[in-house]
């Protein structure tokens, strides 16, 4: 048992498991496919990986990498590793191999778990000496992640755990050079998981389908959630709309976070009244705009509770909350308001205060903001002026309070003297009908300084042309608002949890101003 003076006043991300499992020990905590554990089996399984790790000589502080899907096994793993006391370390399946090199080799991993899959594909080339290989089914001859939960004892290991200890180091998408690996603390998720169901509202008695990937904060933030309070979590692999909406019924899922692109595969898909989606209660999107077609239909006909969520990996989700009686009231870049756990304010360069109506960066304070940049001291000090995270977002508050996000900084484009929004003129073309995804970038022109420029992927079947596009365009926009040029695309470079590398586009086609006659 856990000595009184380890645990007496601490917070722990593994105290999750236990406490629910001291309450709930015979309910359902997870299922994936056919395999199912009770809460009880939860604890009992990360408490045999977390005695593993200790007895195989790991101490605390040591990062254990894990280069994962969605799994039970992945899930053990990571409350396992902070169970012991070490840092979970998740790692993107979909990054190169120079970006997974990168990671473990700059958290100094000392063990990577890998997925079977994933091993055959990188094992040439990524030469990882010290695995486990997870979801194996008994195939290869390295040591299997299953084994390491036999022999070992069901109780969790005694290990000195502080709140602001480093529970695990996720690494940011490098748009201009190396990924910055943010160091988050057991308060930080802690406390992130709490203030989610209070602000959402979530109950016991719920389903979580967990299909975006748990290695990324906003699926994982979520994950903690349900577990705090006990409830199903339902764990899938690969998202395919129709598979998915049969799991819905089967499962009789109640909550969803997904991103809009996935709402729009299952609101508009010809079979969906095929099956029952009425156990939906809440369906929350991220990382990008709904278009309002797609918001209304999910609303009046799955009759489910839609709202927006925000954060980021270095101030843990959400943050900010779009809710559910605000939707049909007003449209256009919202993200709400507060999360309780947090403060958040609009601030101008020299770090005042604006008030309503007053374009600046969006920033915040709170519990759940990160420990800082692993090893780059000058990027963690950059994030914290004037006593408050900066999160590089561009937004005002309206009359009523609610925030508007207006673009990232990095994504406003500067055309003729003008500042235009990309994420205004996205949300208009993802009203137009025949248009099924948008990004819109700043292309570099020797008149306009940069040149807006619409990147469209087209609905199937449309016949959509450019001009009419930029007519729709002149009917809803001011006329520097309207692209000088759209570029049909049949999909965009994208990050495993979907968001539009837009920084990919802008490289790619930073010559496309460059002939003459589109001077313009």
């Not at 809460?39 to 000589?57: K, P, R, T, W």
């Not at 947090?342 to 920033?363: H, P, S, W, Y």
């Amino acid at each position: 048992m856990l000595e009184e003076v380890s645990v007496v006043n601490r917070v722990a991300i593994g105290d999750i498991i236990r406490r629910a499992a001291s309450r709930y020990q015979d309910d359902t905590a997870l299922v994936e496919g056919d395999k199912k554990l009770t809460y009880q089996e939860f604890d009992h399984a990360s408490n045999y990986f977390a005695n593993y790790l200790i007895e195989s000589g790991y101490v605390k502080g040591d990062a254990i990498a894990t280069i994962c899907g969605n799994s039970i096994e992945h899930t053990i793993a990571m409350f396992g590793i902070q169970k012991a006391g070490l840092i979970w370390v998740p790692v993107n399946p979909g990054l190169s191999i120079s970006e997974k090199k990168y990671i473990l080799n700059k958290v100094d991993a000392k063990l990577t778990i890998i997925d079977y899959d994933f091993l055959q594909a990188d094992r040439s080339h990524l030469d990882i000496k010290n695995i486990l290989v997870a979801n194996n089914q008994g195939q290869g001859s390295e040591k299997s992640f299953a084994e390491t939960l036999i022999g070992q004892s069901h109780q969790e290991p005694n290990v000195d755990i502080q709140d602001r200890d480093v529970a695990q180091i996720m690494f940011t998408s490098g748009t201009t050079g190396n990924p910055k690996g943010v160091c988050i603390s057991h308060l930080s998720v802690y406390f992130a998981s709490l203030s989610n169901i209070i602000d959402i509202g979530i109950e016991r008695n719920e389903v979580l389908l967990a299909v975006m990937p748990m290695f990324h904060c906003a699926q994982h933030t979520f994950l903690t959630s349900f577990l705090t309070i006990g409830a199903k979590v339902v764990i899938v692999k690969k998202f395919e709309p129709e598979n998915f909406m049969q799991l819905i019924t089967k499962e009789k899922g109640t909550f969803l976070f997904a991103l809009p692109m996935m709402y729009r595969a299952i609101i508009h898909h010809p079979n969906r009244n095929k099956y029952n989606l009425k156990s939906l209660k809440t369906c929350l999107y991220a990382m990008a705009p709904m278009d309002q077609n797609t918001l209304k239909k999910g609303i009046n006909e799955l009759e489910a509770d839609f709202l927006l969520g925000t954060g980021q990996t270095e101030m843990y989700p959400a943050t900010m909350l779009f809710k559910p009686e605000q939707q049909l009231k007003r449209f256009g870049s919202y993200w709400g308001t507060t999360a309780i756990l947090n403060d958040t304010a609009v601030m101008d360069d020299d770090g005042n205060i604006l008030t309503k109506g007053q374009l600046g960066e969006i920033v915040h304070r709170g519990p759940n903001v990160m420990n800082g940049y692993l090893d780059n001291n000058e990027a963690t000090k950059e994030t914290r002026l004037f006593g408050w995270h900066h999160t590089g977002d561009l937004g005002y508050w309206d009359d009523d309070g609610q925030m508007v996000f207006v673009d990232r900084k990095k994504d406003m484009i500067k055309t003729g003297g003008e500042n235009v929004a990309s994420i205004k003129i996205e949300q208009t073309l993802l009203n137009y009908e025949k248009i099924e995804n948008v990004v819109v970038v700043g292309l570099p022109h020797e008149r306009w300084i940069e040149a807006v420029t619409a990147f469209v992927c087209p609905k199937d079947g449309s016949d959509v042309t450019e001009e009419e596009i930029i007519v729709y365009c002149k009917q809803h926009l001011g006329g520097f608002q309207v692209p000088k040029k759209v570029v049909f695309v049949k999909d965009f470079p994208m990050t495993t949890t979907g968001k539009i590398q837009k920084q990919k586009l802008r490289k790619q086609y930073e010559g496309l101003f460059i002939d003459v006659n589109l001077m313009q």
